[in-house]
T-cell receptor, first 113, second 115 residues
Framework: GENVEQHPSTLSVQEGDSAVIKCTYS??????FPWYKQELGKRPQLIID?????GEKKDQRIAVTLNKTAKHFSLHITETQPEDSAVYFC????????????FGTGTRLQVTL | NAGVTQTPKFQVLKTGQSMTLQCAQD?????MYWYRQDPGMGLRLIYY???????DKGEVPNGYNVSRLNKREFSLRLESAAPSQTSVYFC??????????????FGSGTQLSVL
């Protein structure tokens, strides 16, 4: 089955700096890669996703890049703000859909003032 | 719209007791899921239902059963609870099949402790 590794497990940045979270996956057939944000005590929420036919996708301060050859994808957050503090999860699926997603173990991002 | 509603929010069980976690969505979604979240292990899929009348095992199905009662409701049952099932359980739903919208909508979670 799919294995998704996520690094780092914790990340602390100063407000305004950029943050990068990296994930690798094992199944070369994986074709759908979402990122979820979970604030403390809250439910996970989708922030961005990318499919295998696209190399990069942006949404305001958030971007995701995908390298199919190396089987890794990354989340980039620019101009970080205190409200970006949360746990971020990457995930992968070979169905092209949200079914049978395999999640990474999460990155706790702390944005300090 | 309430979105995805799951009950109860908290539950304490003794080893060997049984219980059912309830989940309902009012978004007319086809697919529903049960995940468990443990510290340092992310979200792991227990069971999912691609559509009404179908269920499939996920990554960690042992010790659980599910029922897709109708399009709205998807329940998770622990027949004989074990301490290893102490976790936070999330129900989720998605539209399925829509090429531009595969967002998982999560419930608020159930914190389960098995003593």
């Amino acid at each position: 089955g799919e294995n998704v590794e996520q690094h780092p497990s914790t990340l602390s940045v100063q407000e305004g700096d950029s943050a990068v979270i990296k994930c690798t996956y094992s199944d070369s057939a994986s074709n759908y890669f979402p990122w979820y944000k979970q604030e403390l005590g809250k439910r996970p929420q989708l922030i961005i996703d990318i499919r295998s036919n696209v190399g990069e996708k942006k949404d305001q301060r958030i971007a995701v890049t995908l390298n199919k050859t190396a089987k890794h994808f990354s989340l980039h957050i620019t101009e970080t703000q205190p409200e970006d503090s949360a746990v971020y999860f990457c995930a992968a699926s070979n169905t092209g859909t949200a079914s049978k997603l395999t999640f990474g173990t999460g990155t706790r991002l702390q944005v300090t003032l | 719209n309430a979105g995805v509603t799951q009950t109860p929010k908290f539950q304490v069980l003794k080893t060997g007791q049984s219980m059912t976690l309830q989940c309902a969505q009012d978004m007319n979604h086809n697919s529903m899921y049960w995940y468990r979240q443990d510290p340092g292990m992310g979200l792991r899929l227990i069971y999912y239902s691609a559509s009404e009348g179908t269920t499939d095992k996920g990554e960690v199905p042992n010790g659980y059963n599910v029922s897709r009662l109708n399009k709205r409701e998807f329940s998770l049952r622990l027949e004989s609870a074990a301490p290893s099932q102490t976790s936070v359980y999330f129900c989720a739903s998605s539209v399925r099949g829509a090429p531009v919208n595969e967002k998982l909508f999560f419930g608020s979670g159930t914190q389960l402790s098995v003593l």
